[in-house]
Every structure is written in structure tokens, then in C-alpha cells.
């Protein structure tokens, strides 16, 4: 089974510290100011200011649809040395990583499609050949709180 929940208490249990606290950031995002929550928070409500020690570790990806295709609009620097290469303006399908094209299309089809974040951990053999740890929690962004117009995500990735 691929190594990914929607479940973000399972994902509370596991995570490391640094990407629960980027959940919280997030989901705080999602309040409104009658106290209301809206499912996904939007990209002019994340201020980079404040996410200045996890921006090593982000990437924004730009969703089209009609055809579907995401873009990598901005890629940190933690996953540029894990991928060995910047992919900033290549879709997932140039600049993918993970187990498969298909594992990653999933990941942000759950996302894009379903407005569910995913918590995705796993073992990848980088470019570079060696074995990472890794885990990756993918949120939607949404100006209108229906149609996910942005994918914002958060990795951690350990050197073996």
C-alpha cells in the first residue's frame, strides 16, 4: 500500500514537529472572522513573512484546469538539493518525484479534486542515489473555498 493518509490525525501521530506546525499554520488560515471555517484557506491569506523558517522547505504549485496541469511556481531549496534540480515553471509530469508519475497525480487528484490535504511519507532513492526519508503534506488553496486553484506543500527529507 503507498504511504499516504487524508487522515490528519493519523498524520498528528506521525508527522515530525516542524510539518505539524505547518498544518496548524494552515489550518488556522481557514478561520474566518465570524469564527467560521472554510475548507481551504487562500493563497492572499498565506503571508510569507510569516512562514519564514518552513520556506526552505515549500513548494506552490499553480493548478489549470481544463486540461488539468499543475505547475511548480515556487520549489525550496530542501527539495531542489533532494531532487538534484530546480523544477520551477515544469508541471508534476516534467518534474515529478516519488514512487511513480501515477502515486503523484494521486496525491494532488485527492487534493485538487477531493480539497483534502495529504500527508504522504516515504523512502526515495534521489538522482544522486541515495536513500532519503521523507515526508510531504500537500493543502489546498482556493480563492472561492470550491475550486483549488493552488497547492501548497510542505516536505522534510532526512539523508540516509
Given at each position: 500500500m503507498y504511504p499516504r493518509t487524508t487522515d490528519m490525525e493519523e498524520m498528528k501521530r506521525r508527522c515530525?514537529?516542524?510539518?505539524l506546525a505547518f498544518y496548524a499554520y494552515w489550518d488556522s488560515k481557514r478561520l474566518r472572522p465570524d469564527g467560521s471555517r472554510r475548507r481551504m484557506p487562500a493563497r492572499a491569506d498565506i503571508d510569507p513573512a510569516e512562514m519564514v523558517p518552513?520556506?526552505?522547505?515549500?513548494?506552490?504549485?499553480?493548478?489549470?484546469?481544463?486540461?488539468?496541469?499543475?505547475?511548480?511556481?515556487?520549489?525550496?531549496?530542501?527539495?531542489?538539493?533532494?531532487?538534484?534540480?530546480?523544477?520551477?515553471?515544469?508541471?508534476?509530469?516534467?518534474?515529478?518525484?516519488?514512487?511513480?508519475?501515477?502515486?503523484?497525480?494521486?496525491?494532488?487528484?485527492?487534493?485538487?479534486?477531493?480539497?483534502?490535504?495529504?500527508?504522504?511519507?516515504?523512502?526515495?532513492?534521489?538522482?544522486?542515489?541515495?536513500?532519503?526519508?521523507?515526508?510531504?503534506?500537500l493543502l489546498p488553496l482556493s480563492d472561492d473555498d470550491d475550486i483549488v486553484n493552488m497547492v501548497i506543500t510542505f516536505a522534510q527529507v532526512d539523508v540516509d
Open positions: 515530525r514537529p516542524a510539518t518552513w520556506l526552505p522547505h515549500i513548494q506552490l504549485l499553480d493548478v489549470f484546469h481544463n486540461p488539468r496541469r499543475l505547475v511548480y511556481r515556487l520549489v525550496g531549496e530542501t527539495d531542489v538539493a533532494f531532487r538534484g534540480y530546480n523544477p520551477t515553471g515544469q508541471s508534476i509530469d516534467e518534474g515529478h518525484i516519488g514512487f511513480s508519475a501515477s502515486a503523484t497525480h494521486r496525491n494532488y487528484e485527492l487534493v485538487v479534486d477531493h480539497r483534502l490535504p495529504v500527508y504522504d511519507y516515504a523512502e526515495h532513492v534521489s538522482r544522486s542515489g541515495f536513500l532519503h526519508n521523507q515526508e510531504c503534506l
